[in-house]
């Protein structure tokens, strides 16, 4: 059944495999006479793009995005804004060798279970190179939170064992300046000797991406299923290589009383503290939103691995291509992108619960 | 918007507050023709309900199931499943001290800021009596997966810092025997007296639960948002007091390299290992699904808060009532249900994949 | 696949089986802080059931509405509203004649060749019993509906041959003034003549009903699959024994030119004609709403006819029961209720198109 | 809110305007391993397209289709199928004389009383040029359905004045062998005549298309509001310029006693006479389905006509460009395509009635 569809008043469709046509992607329930900046969006798209320095794949993809629709004279007309990025600089041929192979950790072996068939070029529809589609809505849903009010802090918290321990708002220049998208710089620097040591190894690394977004206003999140939080944790589940979402003091709060644990009132209606991240009973607060996302280290190595084939033959797995070490610093946009397209549909969805 | 609904094709509505008439729920899209055990749905909802014993709230609630459509001479018949279970035993003067106070960490505030307006009898909708509803239908979901060769085992693996550091399915009768469902008696142990202990100080605690499930054919979940995991995570997150999730390796995984954390093939398709937690590019491959859910502690404390009330007012909130020191071994039927509602859903799904 | 949900924003979700327990459903997305009016709930259900006059069936039920839920000290709090019919005053035994067999334009034959089972008592969830949970939640949403400056004139415009040549609104008193709802006195008598003439050969009778809805402001309606008409005419057909919709100059339209069909603007942007309907390109204009919705004959006779049985074998069927000779005149308070969830859903989706 | 998806399972979302970048859509939930015939879906496209003979516009649109996405090796792979058709031979020039005007019986008041904006370049997403995204997405589901043995014919029943009065399939040559789509030679030749007079006037006709189809299974459709032919219905409303909607007997049944009108059965379960239109309560019963759709005339003349402007001025609407008389040989592959994804959308829902 059908599942390339997120969020309901403010919705993202999208398409597309890895070595196909193009990927692409429909907005519907986008509010009209809004003004559209296309260059920030671009922007965004290059912030989640390879090739950006030594420290993740130096594959070159240009993801330039061509609006088809929905667009009149700069603003939107409340109807889909159709959008396409095309597929260049990918050689089919690098992935003749993946026809039959299931590759370790990857979704090769599940889609051929799922649908009797497989675009094996580079992934197919598995492929991470579907989120660019969700880094251009997200980035239009960012830019109509942005005169709404709300700001997003993205940033890289965690990479192998090295792990910035803050919960702050950093703002985008803080975290741009670091290549690694980690707001500390000497944490940065500690991040890539450990990117770069890895790299000589073949292997890869995992990380955690801190969110943290501010000028929410109270009230989003809809009862009891499609609480605010688990529409940010599906909305996060759905990224390739992520493995947990957390959010205010996540599971470190099962450590807790809950004396300490309950965060006491301000006569403003304001919390002392945080735990609960900006989230009570599944809807805002008003204090900021807090969440963390777990990414699993990169499932393709630079290493020799044994493997097996459709036919359930062991075979060799060569490690080669242009890979990266690590996708955390380059999946800060996709991150930021659900997070805006959550919380979005959200602001929606509460203009319908009082007349 | 209306976001008291669950599923696409097993779909789960529900209604009803604390101290209003009655829970209730439609399960509409039930295949039909499908034998159906109401002691077994009252078997769940015991171990649900509160007053088990000393250590859960000693608040005494029948929750007699009552299906009122649906049903025909024993079987399913297709239509929706309508059912209510009365609200008994309450005493609606209990709560009339919470008419204007917001309790810190409980949605008071945020509901009374979405709406406008708040049943403050035992916090109305976001009580978690809530969950009864999706007790009863996980149960019927549970029933029908177990024909089709799926089984649960859903147990507490933490309370407070007492861990049981195990990742393997436990037999109902292990977890049953324990009063904290527990399956490590020695463990079991351990958390009874933190939770007695916790009792007499008035204080609470939180914890993890772990869900594995076996039988879960390969190919469920509907990339790219709909994956297994990401809707498994979110009917978690949307269950009261969750404030993380994880499967696989989780959290865990960040620290691993690739090397380490790559699920090797053996020829039959399963992997030597399970980082994967049973589910490979959002889509199931076979293997045991294996999750993990955090609880905040309880935010009902027996000790005296500050607080404010609805005019910003600081006003001291006393506590009292028969509260649970700690919910988590009550919440172990609720998460089996809300896994077994998003497998059943996915099941359905992948029907219409392939013709 | 759940087919028994109608709505996106106001969704109405209902259960329940003419012979089952009792009929009722979940009204989910009701904004917040409304004061409901019971008694008219009631009242719009007594122009639905059966036993009001000797025109209709004689049989008695009560269709008392409980509500369970969504409702605190008169007002609606935004959760779900849950409620329930009890289904009283009829005797099973009554049906037991029906059991294997498939009865003329009934739904006996494809109920079971869907679900491979079926509740033959009295039609199961087939039976236009059903329509009483659309009517609590139409008789809702045209409270609030009201409140907004919408009102609605829906009454019978014809039954077999004798038709009302109108299309303007009536009032209620007039329309009630009738005992077939067809609010000319002169035509309402033709009408009860025939249909005494037809009870007495023990044949029925089918006819069109007429909806007229003033008040409702230009811009409701979702393009291109969700127009405003689309909706109407889904609701419309989803009804009972209706096989026919049409808006505006409807299936006329085609015998007109366009120079005679186009409706000419008013500066005020009223326009001169309303062939349109109040609707243009699926979009209200703000001029009245005006539809048809055709019933065919009712096909439960109280004649004897041929017919099969579940083994493929003839049988004859007797009539007997207390059953309509002509349901037209009770479904217009489901013509209403349905047109009223329709425009309230198009209302609050409306809502979402501009910040 | 979002009202440009149509479809559960077999879902297609389209966007574009008349004169914007491209049209295009994406069929999410499309079957896997399925092959395409593209030349087919090519071949549909050329009956909707205008220019093709002087019956209809003269307007050349070369409509050719590109797939983007969810081909591999000419087979559909479960994966999402995004498409685009490029907008070509337009001149944006042709419609400055609209961007004020507000059309009698077009959407221009209307989308510019919805969003407050509008794309006034040829109707902007109002043009019936956003079908041709539903003739691509109807094409395939055909496709598919052909292979489950379900056949089409789809075929002007009405224009003007002048109907063909039949019921039956007629065989896609005996269609095609008419410009004007209307299988019976003599009331076609009626038809010419008919729309070369209108035209020679300056002025517009309407018409009826009937929809016959064989071949589809009993037990499709999903109660109670899901019903086959609510969902037909609204499929066909969706359409421009349609104006009314039946299924079998439709409003002819009104006049009809239940004694005439009920379908009696044959031992095989087919029924005798076929008033029903192939579907009882809601459900197909195996019989052919048969449905009628009403166009109303063509809103664009070639006559001058009085309008007003967006300020309200009155002002003369000067008759230009190359428009047909007649849209509804062209509509006959749009009735079509939306007939097959109605029915290919639940076939796939019934699959998931029965484990």
Redesign the interface.
């Known amino acids: ?6 969020g ?4 993202l ?5 890895s070595h ?7 907005i ?2 986008c ?4 003004s559209l900046d296309i260059a920030q969006i671009q922007a965004d798209l290059n912030k989640r793009k390879p090739g950006q320095n030594n420290l993740v794949s130096e594959r070159k993809e240009s993801d330039e995005i ?5 667009l ?1 004279e700069g ?8 959008f ?1 990025i095309q597929n260049k600089d990918h050689l089919s041929a690098d992935y003749s060798h993946l026809k039959e192979a ?1 590759r ?4 090769d ?3 051929e ?7 094996y070029r580079g992934g ?3 492929s991470a190179r ?1 989120t660019v589609c969700r880094v251009v809505a997200g980035s239009i849903a960012k830019q ?1 939170l942005n ?2 009010g709300v700001q997003f802090s993205t940033y890289v918290k ?1 990479i ?2 090295i792990e910035l321990s803050s919960n702050v708002f950093f703002k985008q220049d803080a975290i741009e300046a670091s290549l690694l998208r980690c707001p500390d710089p000497s944490i940065s620097e500690q991040m890539e000797s450990a990117i770069l040591e ?1 790299k000589a ?1 073949g ?6 991406i801190q969110c943290v977004i501010v000028g929410v206003p ?10 605010l ?3 940010l ?2 909305a996060m ?2 990224i ?1 290589a992520v ?9 470190s ?17 304001a ?1 002392k503290t945080n ?3 900006g ?8 204090m900021p939103i807090v969440f963390r996302v ?8 630079m ?1 020799s ?4 084939n459709n036919k ?3 075979i060799l797995l060569e490690g080669k291509g242009r890979h990266d070490v690590c996708v955390v610093p380059r999946a800060v946009p996709i991150v930021e992108a659900m997070a805006a397209l959550t919380i979005l549909d959200h602001y ?8």
Chains 1, 2, 3, 4 share one sequence.
């Open positions: 059944m059908a599942g390339s569809s997120f309901t008043l403010f919705k469709s999208t398409f597309g495999e196909g046509v193009s990927m692409g992607g429909i519907d329930g509010p009209s006479g809004i061509q609006i088809l629709s929905g009149f603003k939107t007309t409340g109807t889909p804004i159709g396409t299931y370790p950790s990857h979704a072996f599940t889609y279970k799922k649908y009797g068939i497989r675009d197919g529809r598995s579907e109509i005169k709404l965690q192998g064992g890895c190894e292997d890869t690394l995992g990380g955690i109270a009230g989003l999140g809809e009862p009891v299923f499609d609480k939080h688990a529409d944790g599906k589940l759905s390739n493995k947990g979402f957390e959010y205010g003091s996540g599971f709060s099962v450590k807790m009383k809950g004396s300490e644990h309950n965060d006491s009132f301000e006569s403003s209606g919390t735990f609960s991240g989230v009570q009973g599944g809807i805002s607060n008003g777990a990414f699993k280290p990169v499932a393709t190595l290493k691995q044994e493997t097996i359930g033959e062991e929606l969805r509460q203009k319908a619960n009082q007349l």
